[in-house]
């Protein structure tokens, strides 16, 4: 009775340590709140706001990123690679909650302000990314897969209207986001 005791407490051994080598091999990312006091840009060094704009992204290895504009996020992609991402976030344009970047709707428009004037906006469906087109009368629907083949050019003559590096004239983001606003009556 002693050796079939042992066994299965041998079996119950096996299997939680077995529970234990898969819960932490299946490492989950979650998306970190923006402080605004303390968090800047990892590639333009602007005060990234907890607004519409921000992204962010956390590396494999725990690191975490925010950027002040999903433009800012691509240089980072383009300079250090993609391999290493854990997982990356954008937020919805309508509620600012977070979305997995390769899950979200994509507006793009040379002509739509954003810190760092890439023209792109974020929504959690297409649904709502095509009620922002029907609304606004400017935009293009993408996917994330569309982005990895976009342009990513700044639109200059945005950044020239908000004074250097695309942000206002202090640099520290509050006029373009102000001005990043759509339509009085949109709510946004």
């Known amino acids: 009775m002693n050796k079939s005791l042992n066994r299965r407490w041998s079996m119950v051994m096996v299997l939680m340590f077995g529970m ?19 968090d800047i840009c990892a590639i333009c060094k602007m005060q990234v706001k907890d607004d519409a704009y921000a992204t962010q992204l956390t590396t494999k290895d725990g690191q975490n990123y925010k950027f002040d504009d999903i433009g800012c996020m691509n240089q980072w992609k383009t300079e250090n690679g993609t391999d290493n991402i854990g997982m990356d976030y954008v937020r919805d344009y309508n509620d600012k909650e977070w979305i997995e970047y390769s899950k979200a709707t994509y507006v793009y428009d040379a002509s739509l302000r ?47 209207m908000m004074g250097e590096h695309g942000h206002g004239e202090e640099g520290d983001g509050n006029e373009m986001h102000q001005e990043g606003e759509m339509k009085e009556e949109s709510g946004h």
């Open 20 to 38: 234990v080598l898969l819960t932490a091999c299946g490492t989950k990312y979650a998306a970190l709140p923006i402080n605004e006091d303390v």
């Open 114 to 160: 954003t810190p760092m004037a890439y023209g792109i906006l974020n929504f959690k469906d297409k649904p709502s990314a095509e009620a922002f087109i029907a609304e606004q009368g400017v935009g293009t629907i993408m996917t994330a897969e569309d982005l990895a083949s976009h342009d990513w050019k700044q639109n200059t003559e945005n950044m020239d």
